[in-house]
């Protein structure tokens, strides 16, 4: 027998590509097709319409075309079809009708319109009698061949399929007892004797009263995994797996999901072929859940965290308060985040962030609130212990998690009056707005920049005016006669002094005499014949004697008597 | 002589009737105000607050409480007005600072579209550093330098720092000076308030203002503001759409 053959005969690589073939569905747009089996048939024959649509988001129904000379006699008959190819799911339904033509002559199937899609008219040519040859007859693909194998006469044997191959598709749960929101994994596995080619599902399996999410699926050798069923001997390869959660309690059903699997060619002349097989459905019984004030309906085993993201933060600014469940279960169901009321500080709605990864175990990884905090006051803001209740399936029990308290600190700014107090627990606290308490007085503000610009002004035009003054007064005191600045008089004095003193000698002595009354008078015209004028005109002649006589004898008394006369001078007139 | 009981009495009843806060302070006006916020009466809130403000009683305080209940009334534009004009009052308040920046981005507005004006930034800094006290003081410190180098001229020093201080006061006088050269600016605080080619309700409208946006004012007309929108279009737009950031509120009309 070639089938007993087959079965030591594996074709691993063949299979496995099949079986790689499994992958997530992909979402996408349809395409509408309609089609005949014959475009020119006999009044006496049969037309077989199939109008197909292929993808996602067609509509359930799709409404039968105008028919001109043509009669339905049967259908619609609708299939479903959902194959996977190079990891890209696709979906198809057909639905057909068998038509009946009226009368010799011209018919057409009319357009159909589905959605955004068209499919265009199908005229077909109707003649007398009956022109399509009669049906075949329908041969168990793997029976014999309809063309004979020229090989059989000569080997004595026949190459054909001769029975039916041994495939099993197998739904295996983990487990059928549970409780609500407890993880299931349901592996789908073939179990097999022969190549396979090719492996789809011809219905998509419904998993009604479950949380479904996909799981990888497991590494197993090329080979698959050696099993025993009802005493024989296969090789299991698992194609798919889920992980179910179960949402309510009783005893939920799994149906059985059907395949169309692919058979490999044997040899030349071997067609291959496709068959059909089924998985039992599987009964998994379900526990409620105890019920518990402020359970949050998490299931699994968990660890509840908080922080601050500072201890001290200014009046008016904001805080991060970050609540984190980490662990596995069903931590993807749970949406709503503690309820967060703080006195003093205003709390806005959470986001929530997770970081979830699916495993045999459940879902793990963490969920996330984040809180803001703005303090309404400074002083502290207390955070209580804040709760996570959830049912450990280990305890059978509800737990509840608590994190530490948590200061955080306000500085700075005024202390608001007339907090509201705390709201009660299990309350949402969307805090009160931060108002200012004191009606702080406005400090007049500053100058206007052109009261600046005029005060500036101002000052400069004082300057002007104090420069402008000393030089009146010195221009006054000219025309009094009073030649000198007092400061020009003060500094000729000290000259004089200077010159009366010991150590300097006669020359030096005259030499400041001179600078002295130069500066107390300036330049004495020789036309003046005023009495100030001779009288300096003399000091200056005797300074000069002083100055260039011969070092004949003593010019100290000479020298002081001389500083002492400029200085009479310079007291009277300058 | 002088005024007898029976003048003076009617023109004190008078004022009292005419200027509700006579009777009570300002700060328990306020905080009456506050109150009526948190009991979440706003429009009520924000009436008391434009009395305060406009009795002279105007401070970052104010605005702030006056940008909450705005915000919480959902009035975004109101909101960023309080606020601007409270950091006009204290350029140094930073929560004022940063929840302008909060409402901005709430707004969707660009930086640039609440900031027409430089040099109105320019005066804020001005204003927050007191550059107008610092040029006074050295203007006055120069002054009395000067003085001093001519009545002691063998003092020594005294000409040279009031050289010093004269200059440093004129280019401190300078920044405030500069800042007073800033066209006024007001802030759209109705969405999608309109922009008229006329000063009347009857005229055409040319375009309409976003909300929250700042805009320079060009000319003033009773109730009307001529401005020009960021996109540089210029119409009028109605003073309870569009309200000053250099002056308090005005009074509500009678």
Known sequence: MRTVDRGSRWAPGTALAALLLLAPAVAGAFTLRSEVDARRVG?????????????????????????KNLDVVGGPFQSTQVSIVNGRMTQSRSFTYVLQPRAVGSAEVGAVQAGDQAAPAIPIEIVAGSVRPPPPRRQDPFGTDPFGDPFEEVFGRRRGRAAAPKLLVQAIPSRTRLRVGEPLVLTYALD??????????????????????????????????????DGEAYRRFPVMRKLLFPTKAGTLPIPAATFRIGLARQGFFDTGGVVERATKAVRVAVEPLPEAPGFSGAVGRFRATASLDRDVVPLGEAAMLRFRVEGSGNLK???????????????????????????????????????????????????????????????????????????????????????PAPPKAGARATGTLPLRSDLDPHGGGALPGRTVALLASLALLLHAGIWGASRLRGASRRREGRAASPRSVRAALRDLERAAGETASKEQAASLVEKALHEAFGDVPDEDEGERARAVRALLDDARFVRYAPQLGEYGDKVKDLAARAAEAVRKWA | MGLSARTVLPGVLAAALACPL????????????????????????????????????????????????????????????????????????????????????????????????????????ARRFRMDLLAVALVVLSLVAHVLARARPRTGGG????????????????????????????????????????????????????????????????????????????????????????????????
């Open chain 1, 333 to 419: 169901w749970i949406d709503r985040g503690p309820e967060v009321a703080l006195a003093g500080a205003r709390v806005f709605p959470p986001q929530a962030k997770s970081d979830l990864r699916t495993t045999t175990e459940g879902i793990a990884g963490s969920r996330t609130w984040e809180f803001v905090v703005v303090p309404e006051t400074s002083g502290t803001v207390e955070v209580p212990a804040l709760s996570f209740s959830y049912f450990d399936p280990g305890a059978g029990r509800i737990v509840a998690a608590e994190t530490a308290p948590l200061t955080l600190r306000v500085e700075g700014g005024t202390v608001a009056v007339g907090l």
């Open chain 2, 22 to 125: 006579l009777g009570a302070p300002a700060g328990e006006r306020f905080r009456e105000a506050n109150e009526l916020v948190r009991a979440g009466d706003y429009p009520k809130a924000i009436a008391l607050y434009g009395e305060l403000a406009v009795s002279g009683h105007e401070s970052a305080s104010l605005y702030w409480n006056w940008a909450q209940a705005a915000a919480a009334r959902g009035a975004q534009g109101e909101a960023l007005w309080a606020l601007l004009r409270a950091r006009e009052l204290d350029p140094g308040d930073r929560a004022v600072v940063r929840d302008v920046e909060r409402l901005r981005e709430a707004l969707n507005l660009d930086p640039a579209e609440i900031a027409p004006e430089p040099l109105a930034g320019v005066g804020r800094w």
């Open chain 2, 159 to 254: 000409g040279g720092l009031a050289w010093a201080a004269l200059g440093l006061g004129l280019l401190a006088a300078s920044i405030p000076l500069a800042a007073s050269l800033a066209r006024p600016t007001a802030t759209v605080v109705r969405r999608g308030a309109p922009l008229l080619d006329a000063a009347s309700p009857t005229a055409e409208t040319t375009g309409s203002l976003r909300e929250g946006e700042v805009v320079p004012v060009l000319e003033s007309s009773g109730a009307w503001l001529r401005v020009e929108d960021n996109a540089g279009a210029r119409g009028w737009a109605h003073v309870e759409d569009v309200r000053r950031l250099d002056t308090p509120p005005a009074p509500p009309p009678d």
């Open chain 1, 192 to 229: 097999t004797q022969t190549s396979v080619a090719d492996l789809q599902f011809k219905e998509a399996p419904q998993f009604a009263g479950f949380w479904v999410e996909d799981l990888e699926r497991p590494q197993t050798s090329p080979s698959g995994e050696a099993v025993t069923v």
């Open chain 1, 43 to 67: 009044v006496q024959d049969q037309v077989q319409l199939t109008i197909t649509v292929e993808g996602s988001g067609a509509p359930d129904e799709i409404p039968l075309p105008a028919l």
